[in-house]
């Protein structure tokens, strides 16, 4: 017989394998970018490049549809798109993911990321589609 000690630590355990197995399908964000590569109902061919000019234009786009809210003193709460990109221009290139998140002038908060693959700090991980 095991004593409560052990069955609350087997409780926790199995909880964590349950959780673990949820974590592909369901709709937790994962704690790191390079996490989101585990996560095969979110693939998609139109969301996988290998030109990185193609993943740009995919950001700006979401930042364009998606722009953040204007603060009512007029300074910036954000940094401009421009800078955005020029960062996303500079590190991307050496594997390093990319994730824009900030509230919208509808107070929603915004969050889309361009993930590398292979993942420069999750190198473990395998591409889940190759790129187009």
């Not at 993943?55 to 003193?73: C, G, I, M």
């Not at 594997?95 to 693959?117: E, M, N, R, T």
């Amino acid at each position: 017989m095991l004593d409560p000690e052990d069955k609350k630590q087997q409780a926790v355990l199995d909880r964590y394998r349950e959780a673990a197995a949820e974590f592909q399908t369901g709709n937790v964000p994962p704690t790191t970018t390079g996490y989101w590569l585990l996560k095969k109902s979110q693939v998609s061919d139109d969301r996988t490049w290998a030109d990185m000019g193609i993943a740009l234009a995919w950001l700006t786009k979401q930042y364009e549809t998606n722009p953040p809210f204007v603060r009512s003193d007029g300074l910036e709460a954000y940094s401009s798109l421009d800078n955005k990109l020029e960062y996303a221009t500079d590190v991307l290139p050496r594997g390093v993911d990319v994730s824009w998140v900030y509230y919208a002038s509808s107070k929603s908060l915004i969050s889309f990321s361009v993930v590398c693959c292979p993942n420069r700090f999750n190198p473990e991980i395998s591409c889940p589609l190759p790129p187009s």
